[in-house]
T-cell receptor
Framework: SQELEQSPQSLIVQEGKNLTINCTSS?????LYWYKQKYGEGLIFLMM?????EEKSHEKITAKLDEKKQQSSLHITASQPSHAGIYLC????????????FGKGTLLTVNP | GAVVSQHPSRVICKSGTSVKIECRSL??????MFWYRQFPKQSLMLMAT?????????EQGVEKDKFLINHASLTLSTLTVTSAHPEDSSFYIC??????????FGQGTRLTVV
């Protein structure tokens, strides 16, 4: 089965600092999704990547998928307290039965 | 973006009773809905996938007679936890996907069984 490793598990940064969260798959990623979650709440869709080498940005968040389509990174520039939360990567397992498998998440704390 | 409404957001029930959780797609037709369970500080674990008008597909280890899923329309899926026990206490999240959309998630339901 597809397994997603996220690193780091938790991260504490000072406001204004840049940070990167990684998501590595044991298999080729047919679709890689990044979500943000406040614990105990639903998930907020951030971005989806499908093509090797693809990069997308939204405001201060940039996500990339490597050429081999087995690793993705999420980069936040000039972090703010509003960026705090749990970041989850999810992957489409491929095949005829579409379903998402999730990593364990990265807990981000941004200190003002 | 698309909106998925999950209700209730919190529920406390007595052991042995059943609880129904609703998941509605408000502005698109959800051809597929997914139900997840999340334990504290852990990731989401997929419980089952349901397609409108057909029986749900359950993941290995998930009891289909305990977690009843109904996807009667393109905008509504329900998860019923039957004969709930304290170990069923958890955070349950649904997601809905349309034909040309990615999955959007509900706000989740925190179930506490006492």
């Amino acid at each position: 089965s597809q397994e997603l490793e996220q690193s780091p598990q938790s991260l504490i940064v000072q406001e204004g600092k840049n940070l990167t969260i990684n998501c590595t798959s044991s298999k080729t990623l047919y679709g890689l999704y990044w979500y943000k979650q406040k614990y105990g709440e639903g998930l907020i869709f951030l971005m989806m990547l499908q093509k090797g080498g693809e990069e997308k940005s939204h405001e201060k968040i940039t996500a990339k998928l490597d050429e081999k389509k087995q690793q993705s990174s999420l980069h936040i520039t000039a972090s703010q307290p509003s960026h705090a939360g749990i970041y989850l990567c999810g992957a489409d397992t491929g095949g005829s039965n579409y379903k998402l498998t999730f990593g364990k998440g990265t807990l981000l704390t941004v200190n003002p | 973006g698309a909106v998925v409404s999950q209700h209730p957001s919190r529920v406390i029930c007595k052991s042995g009773t059943s609880v129904k959780i609703e998941c509605r797609s408000l502005d698109f037709q959800a051809t597929t809905m997914f139900w997840y369970r999340q334990f504290p500080k852990q990731s989401l674990m997929l419980m089952a996938t349901s397609n409108e008008g057909s029986k749900a597909t359950y993941e290995q280890g998930v009891e289909k007679d305990k977690f009843l899923i109904n996807h009667a329309s393109l905008t509504l899926s329900t998860l019923t936890v039957t004969s709930a026990h304290p170990e069923d206490s958890s955070f349950y999240i649904c997601s809905a996907e349309g034909m040309y959309t990615e999955a959007f998630f509900g706000q989740g339901t925190r179930l506490t069984v006492v």
